[in-house]
């Protein structure tokens, strides 16, 4: 059935419905809490068991994307029957619009959908995967692909985004580092930030905002040995200084909701732990919005041991879970649990409040039909997104390796494409684009042959393995390997420059898509060490949603450009800065190990009581491996050179309220504009706890045309200092410190200085 009525006059008819004593649901910028109060009041009063609980439920839609064992059914039923508060992963706008009107016309309440998707980085014009975004270090930049992304979901009826995902993570092996900012808390915690303004915007009942979901809270990144949904076990040190920040950032920015994530810390579900949910997100940081869990989270809580479905619904409801995603424990279990006192009347109003809150905020009880009635986007607007997407990719792609300055290309050189991922634009696009626009993508073949005449070849299958091409719904080429690098040869040789464009598929990166292994797969190797036989210089370009270990392309290729799944704009970016209209600028925002073994290794690692001595046995250290990883944090080339000065501190001295002034001066040394990341790192030499070897403190983007010199400042004060000590106190120690900037987090100027 196809619903087309009078959406206005539903709207109107189920508020007077709802509103006997004359009250109106008012948008906010207007939402007075006293009023909102007073509305919820209202309706609750009306609501039965059975009805509050359905507001508890959000489902996935039948057929949707499924992502775990289990799958909703018979969703329209039910949300006829007033038993779901919300849906996800909804395919099209039209399925939205009639499920509102049976949500809102046959449900006896009439108590709308609040519709959410999964929009990580971009809808329909897709944006550079997160981990790529993040190598801008442009939370400005960040901010308007989350607005973009807002304007474009809610335009398709969609209320609220599961993002941004803030999971610090230092393991590459994980596949979902793609979806987040990276190793450091300093960086995702801006990055956070600015993406929950760019979804909300200043008032989340405007029909072109969402609300945003804040996940996974907690520590999912830092699953046990890099494998999905593993276990975490780890110190409260460490858990409030590198991996809470970030969603208490999205939190003090006004997150609208939370959502929990499927691994245990330290043995309690993350989904149950009602110390993180309770004491730390709603007592410490006052958060005051709702909390759903991940998809089938509570059901899988029987499988980490906690119980059957009913206990496990009992316990997240206690804890502090307010919506239960896909499971329907909620909705089916705890009114038992409630009779037998398991569970109090209490708990369940609240969390029903709670939701009722979230869709008061977003404007859904004036209008049911905010979202859903808006146009489609109009060419300017597409084209003004498109004009973002081409910036966002150009700055989130890194420079690896430059030499004989093979980069720029020069005008009139032959080019041969090569790789699996050359021409691919679904993997362009990357994981989690349940909406992206194909027609919108320019893969790197089409990007560069609007530049030149260029020959193209496959070269390689994406992989040879075939169990993981199973798990990753890869149909193996018909052609053999040695069929394709024949051909690839071939274009090759007649080629001035090989441009090899190789690295993951979108569903090599992401969920469920954790690596033991993360150099390229065997298949591409083997193209890339016949291409570089050949002896033309090889440009290594990367399509990629995590770092991956270079150690002999690094050796061989004559230049490697990482541009990750760059979105809609990936193949005119990579063409920009190959051939030198857009000078490279992106900094790596997480390690690149040089082997797996390594992992993890990050910059702000320890010393440990015996550092790395080279020569010498008895260190921390591997016999076949060297500490360091073969990209640092923060490291990233420019087509053109900066140096700076030594650092100017204007005192080697300061107390809790002064504030220290470091200054370097940079210079364009090079012949071409370019932008340079300036990072500043602070060390505690002597604490009472051990410290990391160094922390981002602050950074700023500098642009120098060649020749041009600016003076930069960097405020340093106590909070720069502080850090969570034994008694978990978050507070500075008087000593030395070290400061330290630089282009990268290894290659830097230091600096000692004093807190008295
Ligand atoms: C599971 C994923 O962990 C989460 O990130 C996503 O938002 C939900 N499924 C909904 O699709």
């Known amino acids: 059935m196809k619903f087309t009525g009078n959406h206005r006059l539903s709207a109107l008819v189920f508020l007077a419905f709802l509103l006997p004593t004359g009250l109106s649901a008012k948008g906010s910028n207007v939402d007075k809490p006293g009023e909102r109060k007073i509305f919820i009041d209202s309706l609750m009063s009306k609501m039965t068991l059975d009805e509050k609980l359905g507001q508890l439920n959000l489902l996935a839609w039948d057929g949707s994307l499924q992502t775990g064992a289990a799958a909703n059914s018979g969703v329209s039923e039910k949300v006829k029957d007033g038993l779901v508060g919300g849906l996800f992963n909804i395919e099209s706008k039209d399925v939205r619009m ?134 975490v076990d780890m110190s409260e040190i460490k858990i409030f200084q590198d991996y809470l920040p970030p969603y208490q950032a999205a939190v003090d920015a006004g997150v609208g909701s939370v959502m929990t994530s499927f691994n245990d810390i330290n043995g309690v579900p993350a989904t149950s732990n009602k110390w993180l949910i309770d004491d730390v997100l709603r007592k410490d940081w006052g958060f005051s919005g709702f909390i759903a869990t991940d998809y089938t989270a509570i059901r899988e809580m029987g499988a980490h041991g906690l119980g059957d479905l009913e206990s496990c619904s009992a316990l997240a409801l206690d804890a502090g879970i307010d919506m239960d995603m896909v499971s329907e424990g909620f909705v089916n279990t705890l009114k038992t649990s409630l009779a037998s006192g398991a569970v109090t009347m209490a708990e369940i109003n609240l969390a029903c409040r709670r939701v009722l809150e979230a869709k008061y905020k977003l404007g859904l009880f004036v209008d049911p039909f905010l979202r859903l009635k808006e146009a489609d986007g109009n060419s300017l607007q597409n084209k003004r997104f498109m004009d973002l997407a081409l910036d966002a990719a150009r700055k989130s ?234 990209y640092p944090f923060g490291y990233g080339l420019s087509y053109t050179s900066f140096t700076m000065n030594d650092i100017q501190l204007n005192k080697t001295t300061f107390s809790e309220n002064d504030t220290l002034t470091a200054t370097v001066s940079l210079t364009n040394t090079g012949g071409m504009a370019g932008e340079e990341t300036v990072q500043l790192y602070v060390r505690d030499l002597v604490a009472t706890i051990t410290r990391p070897q160094k922390e981002l403190k602050h950074f700023q983007k500098v642009y120098l045309k060649p020749g041009e010199t600016k003076t930069i400042g960097f405020k340093i004060t106590i909070d720069d200092l502080k850090f969570y000590n034994s008694a978990l106190k978050y507070q500075a120690e008087p000593g030395e410190f070290r400061l330290e900037i630089g282009f990268n987090s290894r290659d830097i100027k230091a600096i000692n200085f004093t807190l008295e």
């Open 98 to 231: 009639q499920v509102q009107q049976l949500a809102v016309e046959q449900s006896r309440l009439g108590i709308p959908i609040i519709f959410a998707q999964d929009v990580i980085h971009g809808h329909r014009t897709v944006f550079p995967i997160p981990l790529g975004l993040s190598c801008s270090w442009d939370p400005e930049l960040i901010k308007q692909t989350a607005r973009a992304a807002a304007v474009e979901a809610s335009r398709d009826g969609i209320d609220w985004v599961f993002s941004p995902m803030v999971d610090v993570s230092r393991d590459p092996r994980w596949g979902r580092v793609a979806e987040g900012a990276g190793e450091d808390p300093y960086l995702g915690s801006l990055i956070a930030k600015a993406m929950v303004v760019g979804y909300q915007g200043d008032d989340m009942a405007k029909p072109d905002a969402v609300m945003a979901c804040v996940k996974h809270f907690a520590l999912y990144g830092a699953a046990e040995s890099g494998r999905d949904y593993n276990t």
């Open 397 to 630: 792609a890194v420079l690896l390796k430059n030499e004989n300055q093979t980069l720029p290309l020069k005008e009139g050189q032959k080019i041969a494409v090569v790789g699996p991922l050359a021409d691919s634009k679904k993997d362009a696009m990357g994981t989690w684009v349940l909406n992206g626009d194909e027609t919108r993508v320019t893969t790197v073949l089409e990007g560069l042959r609007k530049r030149s005449v260029v020959s193209y070849a496959k070269g390689a299958k994406l992989t040879d393995d075939g169990a993981m091409a199973n798990l990753i719904g890869y149909s193996m080429d018909e052609q053999s390997n040695d069929e394709l690098i024949a051909e690839a040869l071939e274009v090759a040789q007649s080629a001035d420059v090989v441009v090899a464009v190789l690295g993951e598929s979108a569903a090599m990166n992401g969920e469920a898509a954790s690596m033991a292994d993360i150099s390229l797969q065997a298949s591409q190797k083997r193209l890339l060490h016949k291409l570089v036989e050949t002896g033309k210089p090889v440009v290594l370009v990367l399509v990629t949603g995590r770092p991956v270990t270079l150690e002999w392309e690094n050796e061989n290729c004559a230049a490697i450009l990482q541009c990750w799944s760059a979105g809609s704009q990936t193949g005119n970016a990579v063409a920009d800065i190959l051939y030198g209209d857009y000078n490279p600028s992106g900094k790596l925002t997480m390690s690149f190990p040089r082997k797996v073994g390594q992992v993890p290794v990050y910059y702000s690692m320890k010393t440990t009581g015996r550092p790395f001595w080279d020569g010498v046995k008895y260190t921390s250290r591997y016999l076949d491996v060297a500490n360091s990883p073969l």
